[in-house]
């Protein structure tokens, strides 16, 4: 049975920086040697690579590959391209994923604050930030997996992140 190609993405909650990808393919073909992973951005950035090259090599023997890639919430496309010994692509997989663990996890934080001091959310400048903070966590997940749209969510978890880094200010 040829390959079909497939993988799963998924973040820590213990550590957001992290990505984990695991090959779920299912069939093989023999003339497959090697395969490598690519993260973008909707600007272009790259998140995997050594500078040299915009790729990270994911050794076969491997079905899932962690790389501590993330400072923020992210909007990526992920492609892995399946090689031969000749580095030509037999095969390839990408799609995009709202990589946004930091913004989950500050939230649940927020939410033990709240639950903390109950009065907090009487503060009619933090219930409004609270509100921007989670539209905004939650329009860059639905701009990627319902839009298709990197660039849309990344500007959402741009709001997001900025909320976070200043958090004296909204919280």
């Not at 040299?52 to 909007?75: E, F, G, K, R």
């Not at 892995?80 to 930091?102: G, H, M, R």
């Not at 905004?136 to 978890?157: K, P, S």
């Amino acid at each position: 049975m040829p390959l079909s190609p497939a993988f799963t993405v998924s973040q820590s909650a213990i550590t957001p920086s992290s990505v984990t990808v695991t090959d779920t393919s299912t069939g093989s073909d023999v003339s497959i040697t090697q395969r490598r992973i690519t993260i973008r951005m909707g600007d272009g950035t790259y998140l995997t690579g050594d500078g040299t090259v915009n790729y990270t090599a994911w050794p076969l023997a491997d079905v899932s590959i962690t790389l501590d890639i993330l400072t923020q919430d992210s909007a990526v496309n992920i492609l892995v391209e399946w090689l031969d010994v000749s580095d030509a692509i037999v095969t390839q997989l990408n799609d995009n994923y709202p990589l946004c663990e930091f913004g989950k996890q500050f939230f649940y934080y927020l939410i033990q604050l709240q639950g903390l001091t109950p009065n907090m959310y009487q503060d009619l400048t933090y219930s409004g930030n609270l509100a921007t903070f989670w539209a905004t966590l939650n329009g860059g997940i639905n701009a990627v997996e319902d839009g298709n749209d990197i660039a849309a969510g990344q500007n959402c978890f741009n709001i997001e992140t900025n909320m976070q880094q200043n958090q004296s200010y909204f919280f």
